[in-house]
Structure formats: structure tokens, C-alpha cells
């Protein structure tokens, strides 16, 4: 049997992103990161739209909502202004039920990208309890949903919202163009055709999105 991938599918991506104050030491790195995602996407040619929604304890707004990746532009360094804390939990239920609720095309996919470089500490609405649930629901439809951490542990915190370890990335801001290049793969691989119970970050990605911090010795590992 030949595993040679020959589809392409419609893939609809909600990129949950944080605006808390912590990422204000890094707005150039993020937004550069974010550029990079859509330029590669762009350039493998996949088929889908992006949604972008940030938060902080002040709100959660949607600044990008359905676009389709072809008609993205470049963001530029105004489109962050950190402020407040993390409401980590609230964002991402929010982002999920609106992500499950409406269909850009029939039958695509759907990828979430959660970016984060805190630990929850403002959300009133969800608990780790039921964000854990619907993740859990949500993978088990087909849904590939990644977590992306800096700044804190990235793998202990996904675990307990229901993210496994081969789909968190534990990144360094420095590094965090390296860190969505390597999402970009895992998304275009799943645009491709690939089951998201195969994709993983690969050690050397994981390397790649840890070379710049100087913290070496956790090198991005769960351990």
C-alpha cells in the first residue's frame, strides 16, 4: 500500500493567541512568528481560512475572523498591545465553541493553535475540568489542536487541559519563528491528508524552537 499523500482538504484555522502583559517583552518575535506561519502556509498552497483571537483579562477579541489564507497580509507590530493577565482557559473555550459552530466550507478540517507564554490565572467562565472535556471531544472528531508554550511548563499545563505531549511545543521567544515553522508543517501535513493522531513535533523542531533560551537544560523536553 502506498503512503503517498494525494489529498488536500479545506483547513479552517483558529489561532487563539495571548495579549496578557508577559508578552510585551516579545511583541516583534510573536508577530514575526505569526508573518511566518502565514507566509509558509501560503506558500505550500494550502486550502483554508484563518481566524486569529487574542485575549487578556481585559477582553477576548477577534481581529481576523475567516479569511482565506491566500488573501492573508502581514501583521504588523500594532496588531498586539499587551495588557492584564492570562485568562488562558476562557479564550480557548470560547475559541472552540465558536471553531465548532461554523463551517467555512463543508466538510473541512479543523486546526486550533493555541500561543501562549503564561500560565491561566484570570478565567472565570471555564475550568481545567471542561476545557479538558471539550479538547478531548474535540480531537476525537478529528480536530488537530496544538499548544505552544513559552515562559512556563508548556507540557505540564497542556496536560491538564487534555493536549498531549507530541502536538505541545515548549519554545523559547527567541526562537519562536523556528516554533511556527514547525507548526506550519504539521499543518500542512493534515491539510495533506495526514491522520492528526500521527503528527507530532520532531526532536530536531523541538531543538530548533529551544536553541536560544538560557535555561539549556530542559532543551525543550518534557522531562
Not at 80 to 106: C, F, M, W, Y
Amino acid at each position: 500500500m502506498s503512503n503517498k499523500i494525494i489529498q488536500k482538504d479545506f483547513v479552517n484555522i483558529r489561532i487563539v493567541l495571548d495579549r496578557s502583559g508577559s508578552i510585551g517583552s516579545a511583541i516583534k518575535e510573536t508577530i514575526d512568528s505569526i508573518n511566518t506561519f502565514l507566509k509558509d502556509q501560503q506558500n505550500e498552497t494550502v486550502t483554508g481560512s484563518i481566524t486569529i483571537s487574542t485575549f487578556d483579562s481585559g477582553s477576548i477579541e477577534t481581529p481576523i475572523r475567516n479569511t482565506l489564507i491566500e488573501d492573508m497580509k502581514s501583521l504588523d507590530y500594532n496588531f498586539l498591545n499587551p495588557r492584564g493577565a492570562t485568562p488562558l482557559l476562557d479564550a480557548i473555550g470560547l475559541a472552540i465553541n465558536e471553531h465548532g459552530s461554523k463551517n467555512v466550507e463543508q466538510n473541512e478540517k479543523k486546526t486550533l493553535v493555541i500561543v501562549t507564554d503564561g500560565l491561566e490565572n484570570a478565567s472565570t467562565e471555564y475550568t481545567n475540568k471542561a476545557i479538558k472535556q471539550l479538547i478531548e471531544n474535540k480531537t476525537n472528531e478529528g480536530w488537530l489542536i496544538i499548544y505552544l508554550g513559552a515562559d512556563h511548563d508548556a507540557f505540564d499545563q497542556s496536560k491538564n487541559i487534555g493536549i498531549e505531549y507530541d502536538k505541545t511545543l515548549h519554545y523559547s521567544k527567541r526562537d519562536s519563528n523556528d516554533a511556527m515553522r514547525a507548526t506550519s508543517r504539521k499543518v500542512r501535513d493534515y491539510s495533506k491528508g495526514t491522520d492528526p493522531r500521527h503528527i507530532k513535533y520532531e526532536e530536531f523542531e523541538r531543538k530548533e524552537s529551544f536553541k536560544n533560551n538560557p535555561d539549556q537544560e530542559k532543551n525543550g523536553d518534557r522531562e
